[in-house]
């Protein structure tokens, strides 16, 4: 699988972020995506996540032209298709680990797969703390929650927004390997980060230099 960005432009008012920027992301690949506070990283990952079509350019899901597609469409693939990892977890503390997890089926309105469940908390050591509430988990195990909820519904394409930004070095490196491992399945997974370190282990990354994205071949 492979998604592509072509000719991107985006402002806000008279505020130019990005023009003509060019982007590809393939299964099987971690892509990075570097920049300073302010260069539009959040505003490229909304675009790639379907959460903002406020642009000019084409966005392509394989040889499928995105733009095309109705909204419904769109957002029926956005919840299917593609998970996201955020820094600060965005978990409900009012929900244990389990119902976290299993959020997305409860917005989707469908049964939950109880099966994949299983195979996830026990790939990510979270069998022991199902019944656990946030407030009561290090960053490290409410990290793994998030990625356990991006996981569930078997998605594509993983966005990971900053998603050591919070954990201490050991786990930063326990979370970049479950990155690791999600695209060793055959998914794309995107990480936005200012970790110069996590961005040399990236497979591709894309720096945003002066509202352009340079390309970079890290392996």
Same mark, same amino acid.
């Given at each position: 699988m492979?998604i592509?960005?072509?000719? !991107?432009?985006k402002?806000f008012?008279?505020?130019?972020?990005?023009?003509? $920027?060019?982007?590809? $992301?393939s299964?099987? *690949? !971690? =892509?990075g /995506?570097?920049?300073?506070?302010g260069?539009?990283?959040?505003? +490229?990952?909304?675009?790639?996540? +379907?959460?903002?079509d406020?642009? #000019? %350019? *084409?966005?392509? /899901?394989d040889?499928e &032209?995105?733009?095309?597609?109705?909204?419904s469409?769109k957002?029926?693939l956005?919840g299917?298709?593609?998970?996201f990892i955020f820094?600060?977890?965005?978990l409900?503390?009012y929900y244990?680990?389990k119902?976290? @997890?299993?959020?997305?089926?409860r917005y989707?309105?469908?049964k939950p797969d109880? =099966?994949n469940?299983r195979?996830? @908390?026990?790939?990510?050591?979270?069998?022991n703390?199902?019944?656990?509430?946030?407030?009561?988990?290090?960053g490290?195990?409410k990290?793994?929650?998030?990625? $356990?909820?991006a +996981?569930?519904?078997?998605?594509s394409?993983?966005?990971?927004?900053e998603p050591?930004?919070?954990l201490d070095?050991?786990n930063k490196?326990?979370v970049? #390997? /479950?990155?690791? %491992?999600i695209?060793? *399945?055959?998914?794309i997974v !995107?990480?936005? =980060?200012?970790?110069m370190?996590?961005a040399?282990k &990236? #497979?591709? =990354?894309?720096? /945003?230099?002066?509202?352009?994205l340079?390309k970079?071949?890290?392996?």
């Amino acid at each position: 699988m492979k998604i592509s960005l072509k000719g !991107i432009s985006k402002a806000f008012l008279s505020n130019e972020i990005f023009n003509g $920027a060019e982007f590809e $992301a393939s299964s099987g *690949k !971690i =892509t990075g /995506i570097l920049g300073e506070s302010g260069t539009g990283k959040s505003t +490229l990952i909304n675009i790639i996540g +379907l959460m903002d079509d406020e642009y #000019d %350019g *084409k966005y392509y /899901i394989d040889e499928e &032209c995105i733009n095309d597609l109705s909204e419904s469409k769109k957002s029926r693939l956005r919840g299917r298709k593609i998970g996201f990892i955020f820094q600060n977890y965005n978990l409900i503390t009012y929900y244990s680990v389990k119902e976290n @997890i299993l959020l997305p089926f409860r917005y989707l309105n469908v049964k939950p797969d109880i =099966t994949n469940y299983r195979s996830i @908390i026990e790939e990510l050591g979270l069998v022991n703390l199902e019944n656990a509430y946030s407030n009561n988990l290090s960053g490290g195990e409410k990290q793994r929650v998030g990625i $356990a909820r991006a +996981l569930i519904m078997n998605p594509s394409v993983i966005i990971a927004d900053e998603p050591t930004g919070n954990l201490d070095v050991r786990n930063k490196e326990k979370v970049f #390997d /479950i990155l690791k %491992g999600i695209a060793a *399945k055959d998914k794309i997974v !995107i990480l936005v =980060t200012h970790d110069m370190e996590l961005a040399k282990k &990236c #497979d591709v =990354t894309y720096e /945003i230099r002066n509202k352009v994205l340079v390309k970079n071949e890290t392996t």
